[in-house]
């Protein structure tokens, strides 16, 4: 045998000899574990179409629909912008979302996908094939239908595969960050912590719900910006102290919690790897000093409405002071951290030029700002029960939810015993994490991790509109499946377990965990297929969010016009002005109800009804866009039921209707000349006049109104030459 040939035997057994308990002769296999089980885990998502709030970041964003020519527009505008624009809106959110590397993936595959070359994002202007020749009708998504649903289920597909593909790629690249840094000599504790991240249910709405890319590429980043920080300290080199902050950029360009990192790196370092900087040189302790006076003052800045972080670059200017003194020892570290100093304030550029800080409007609506009808006491105690919920999930996945908005969550005060639970599990867990971490402990960094980013989304810190999300604890569960697989791996060895019971548990475990999360991940990502299917799901998992009992109220009316829904289309629009009333019950303000439920109730033949909902929502919102067609709709119906009644012989009971028709939409041409015959039929020649007169405004060249007019005034006494008849209702 060859030197060559028994080096590469040797390398397969000490690959082999890093497993004791999974049965892996090598790590390609724990690779391809990995990988098929995300696969399987997440395959069934891509027959998925649009859900949720995909369409603001991707098929409402004119944007990302003109393919990469949008890129430029989309690096320098708030990701919601072209939404806020087309819905007559100014920025809702305090700080803006500035999350732009996910947006722009989106422009890039809409270049494969095709083009909506008008800008419209209607099925009748899909040009597949990129010929500006509008594509023949096509019922796409099978439901009966050929409307915008269909020309959107085309990109689908791609979509959520590039998804599920980047979340198996960050699982993949997590384990070798393990295996390669964390835990060189632990490969069961690496694939373990990759496995239990890689199956965790709570991930569904991250993988399903297309908009949540951000979260992916954020943790993706991450990982690949650790990996970078720990090549640059030890091979010393430019090249990986460039690509650090390279990441760490792309990072902050995913998602803007990455900004912890900054904290999260140095405790890394002196967990895993302290030999690689002098952590007793006293210049280090000041410049983390500064970090924590820094954190402090930002924390008051936010309490009085300014954006702390912005200051964030002045104390990267005190390190680099502290740094680059001559008896500082860690020069690569200082360099180091003079790439992500670099990085973050490219960042801040980006976001300062391309968001508005603080929001245009009031924060008045409960739906962005949760907690607007607590007391400061409620708001306090029901942030720090989420935190104990957030916990429960991790642990018991079940049931899953797209919205834990308004209304979800109910006010807690202090004297709540959830509220006194999760004080005492995270002051115990805050304790535990600073004496593990004074000991240099593995699960330490779980917990420092795991903390780090739950503060971030806590509302803890910042106020982040929302109460809480599946989403949000994302970058938290690594830092869970870390300590959980830790006590998995060591746990049983302090105790004294023997290496085989150990082995045969913790692969039970393993097994038995896979096929439950697999079983609960597959079907929550079936939930996930449509806005159908979704919140047809959750209103019954979350009976009073307003959101669900809204988007569901929607969708039931969805439903209900699907030609093989026919016969049961008034019990689907009962269903669906049940939860509409419902969700107006909890929060009269709600606009998005009262613009479905009007839509409702107009279905049903309650004109009036639809009528006194749509204009409670004008108030609400004059210059909202739907109601722009809402009420045009609704005119053609009062017009069509007053000249029905007209037809009938009962013109006084047809009035009405034609006179709402002309309040809803002034400038119908067929509303005003049916107008225009009631009244000349009844001989009221002065609002006959009227009507024919709008009609002339309307289409000057129309011959049955210029007839009718000369009709009228040869009523009122006025000479015509011209011989009339009475106007038909047409």
Known sequence: MSKQKQQFKQ??????????????VSAKIAYLVLGIVGFIFYINTINNEFALD??????????????????????THDAYYSFYRQMNAEDQLAGGRYRPLSVVSFAMEQNFIGA????????????????????????????????????????????????????????????????????????????????????????????????????????????????????????????????????????????????????????????????????KDKKLWGVFTAFLVFAVAMYELKSKGLPGYQYLPFVFGIIIVFAFQKDFQSKTFTALFGSLTIAFLMYLSMRFI?????????????????????????????????LLKYMKLLFIPHPLSSDYSFNTIVYRNFGSWDTLLSIVLYIGLAITTFMLFIKRHILSFGLIFFFANLLMIGNIVFDIGATMGE????????????????????????????PSLQKNSVLGIAIVLTGLFGYKTIERNAEWKSDITLFTKDVKTVPNSVLCLGNAGARWIDLSERPENKDSATAFLNRAVGYLKHALDLHPKYVNGYLNLGLAQMKQGDLDGAYTTWKTAQKLYPNNPYLQSYFPYLAVNYMNKGVTL????????????????????????????????????????????????NCLKLNPNAENAKQGLQAVNEKLGTTSTVAVTAPILK
Not at 57 to 75: A, R, T
Not at 245 to 264: N, P
Not at 478 to 495: Q, T, V, Y
Request: proline share 4%; charged share 20%.
């Open 471 to 498: 989403r949000l604890i994302y970058h938290s569960s690594f830092g869970f499946a870390l300590c959980i697989a830790w006590l998995l791996i060591e746990g049983p060895k302090k105790l004294n377990v023997s």
């Open 646 to 693: 007209g037809q009938q012989g009962k013109l006084d009971e047809g009035l009405p209707y034609l006179e709402k028709a002309v309040e809803c939409n002034p400038n119908n041409y067929d509303i005003w000349y049916n107008y225009a015959g009631v009244y000349f039929t009844k001989g009221n020649w002065e609002k006959a006049k009227t009507g024919f007169e």
């Open 354 to 386: 391309s968001v508005t800080l603080k929001p245009a409007v009031p924060d008045t609506e409960v739906l962005n700002n949760p907690y607007l009808f607590a007391t400061k006491t409620e708001t306090y105690a029901t942030k720090i029960y989420v």
């Open 116 to 279: 909506f070359p008008t800008g419209r994002t209607d099925g009748n202007s899909w040009d597949v094939n990129k010929n500006n020749i509008q594509d023949p009708g096509e019922d796409v998504n099978e439901d009966g239908l050929f409307n915008e649903n269909d020309a959107l289920t085309r990109g689908s597909g791609l979509r959520h595969f590039n998804n599920m593909l980047f979340y198996v790629l960050s699982v993949l690249i997590l384990f070798g960050f393990l295996k390669n840094y964390l835990f060189k000599n632990n490969w069961d504790l690496a694939f373990l912590t990759a496995l239990l991240f890689c199956i965790h249910p709570i991930h569904t709405e991250v993988v399903a719900n297309m908009k949540s890319r951000d979260e992916i590429f954020s943790f993706l980043f991450i990982i690949l910006t650790f990996i970078y920080v720990f090549k640059a300290l030890e091979l010393r080199t430019t090249k990986h102290i460039v690509l650090a902050g390279f990441m760490y950029f792309l990072a902050l360009l995913s998602k803007e919690y990455a900004f912890t990192l900054i904290f999260v790196i140095p405790m890394m370092i002196y967990i895993f790897r302290p030999e690689l900087i002098d952590f």
């Open 54 to 75: 995909d369409g603001i970041i991707i098929h409402k964003n004119e944007y990302v629909m003109k393919g990469s020519k949008g890129i430029k527009d989309i690096l």
């Open 11 to 24: 390398a397969k057994i000490n690959e082999a000899a890093n497993f004791s308990i999974f049965p892996f």
